[in-house]
């Protein structure tokens, strides 16, 4: 048989997904356990999650610290001995703070799960938080920190979200050295006792889990004592800044950071999925009109993207690329005049074709582990969302037409409304 390479290969479009269902329980504290449970392979992950982000605190980046020194000393062990305990069964600890939520994740064989589950339980309610680990800890930090301020990307940023919504915002806030420096291991247990220790947590288990793995954990987790009631958020969202650009300079740098962008919705917005579908026209693929313009057209620039980013209370687009400082104007002004064309002229049928069977097969590649498919349902769970709303997910993709996505162009991406930072120079 010869093959005709001059003829693309037949394909057949993704129209639809179906997942695992998710289980939900009650533990007898109340607490909610939900599970995925999938039995390919004997390994699981558990997710304690809290309300804990940078929402709740009182003190800048105490979230962050409350959370990781959670592993760094119990009243019974050392930081060693939990690193050795945690090494002996195999597993993996990961412990982590966002503007939202703070979790503690474990990856384990499902086999091992009786021998983890005693200390995740010590680390949640005896951790001690020893000044010489808290000091190793911060001194760390800082050291990333200060690597990370000398790079353009990293800073523009931090700049980036810091002017869209505030320096004090728990969706602008980021870690800085002089805060971080004056931090005190008070202030970080105060924020553990008052937003983690007896708190109400989520948890969400998926893998190998059975009847047996629910019992387990309701023996250790479901007999924890709970304290009840809700803990109010200490900020509230901040009205827009003013959307003068910024110019950060650096006489020293050959390039230039850009980052483009504005202050969004979250998922439950009715205009989500039109955003999304707008964005990834735009800048959201590797065959996208910015690449093809700024990079394959142009070649200022290695990769320029654009993204959707959803939180509980809020959102943000953002474009984001670096090129040489010669070019940045002029990327710049490339990057409206697509956004202009995408106002001014429909999407072609085939284009938008082809860009929602690249969100629907991306969709479905992100689904190949019990642990993705948890990632992608812990949205629902946590942020309120339909039950529907995966299962929905590729219809309302395709169900995105050229005329919204030019409306959805015209009322959110406006010049006037574009936040404009560049990092390097001009």
């Given at each position: ?80 001995q ?47 938080f ?74 969400l ?17 479901g ?41 969004l919705?979250t ?17 959201g ?117 050229p ?24």
């Amino acid at each position: 048989m010869i093959i005709d390479r001059t003829q693309s290969p037949a394909y057949q479009s993704i129209q639809e997904v179906r997942l695992p269902t998710v289980q939900t329980q009650t533990l007898e504290n109340g607490l909610l356990l939900h599970t995925v449970a999938i039995q390919q392979q004997p390994v699981l992950r558990l997710e304690c999650i809290f309300d804990a982000g940078t929402w709740f605190e009182t003190t800048t980046n105490t979230a962050f610290f409350a959370m990781k020194m959670l592993a760094e000393g119990t009243q019974r062990l050392t930081s060693s001995q939990i690193s050795e305990y945690i090494d002996r069964y195999g597993a993996f600890l990961e412990l982590s703070s966002g503007p939202d939520r703070a979790s503690l994740v474990v990856y384990c064989l499902t086999k091992f799960l009786p021998n983890v589950l005693p200390l995740i339980r010590e680390l949640l309610t005896e951790p001690v938080f020893p000044e010489k680990e808290l000091e190793d800890l911060r001194n760390i930090t800082l050291q990333n920190l200060r690597v990370n301020y000398e790079k353009n990307a990293y800073l523009a940023g931090v700049l980036f979200r810091e002017k869209l919504f505030g320096f004090d915002h728990p969706y602008g806030r980021s870690q800085r050295p002089d805060i971080i420096e004056q931090l005190s291991r008070d202030e970080i247990v105060d924020f553990y006792e008052r937003v983690i220790r007896n708190r109400p947590f989520q948890i969400l288990v998926a893998g190998q889990v059975t009847e047996n793995e629910s019992i387990l954990i309701n023996k250790e987790l479901g007999q924890l004592s709970i304290r009840g009631g809700e803990i109010a958020p200490t900020h509230v969202i901040s009205l827009a800044s003013d959307q003068q650009p910024v110019l950060f300079e650096k006489s020293t740098s050959i390039q230039s950071s850009i980052r483009v962008g504005r202050r969004l919705f979250t998922r439950q917005h009715p205009d989500f999925f039109p955003m999304l579908v707008t964005n990834e026209v735009l800048g959201g693929y590797f065959g996208s009109r910015l690449m093809k313009n700024i990079r394959e057209e142009k070649g200022f620039t290695y990769g320029i993207s654009s993204n959707v980013v959803s939180f509980r209370r809020e959102g943000y687009f953002l474009i984001g690329t670096d090129v040489n400082k010669e070019n940045t104007q002029q990327t710049l002004d490339e990057i409206r005049k697509e956004i202009r064309l995408l106002q001014t002229e429909l999407v072609t049928t085939e284009e938008l074709e082809t860009v929602k069977n690249f969100m629907a097969g991306e969709f479905v590649g992100s689904l190949n582990t019990p642990f993705e498919i948890a990632d992608r349902y812990k949205v629902i769970l946590l942020d309120g969302l339909p039950a529907d709303f995966l299962t929905n997910y590729i219809a309302n993709l395709r169900a995105v037409t050229p005329e919204q996505i030019q409306a959805t162009t015209n009322q959110y991406l406006t010049d006037e409304d574009l936040l404009e930072v560049v990092v390097g120079g001009k």
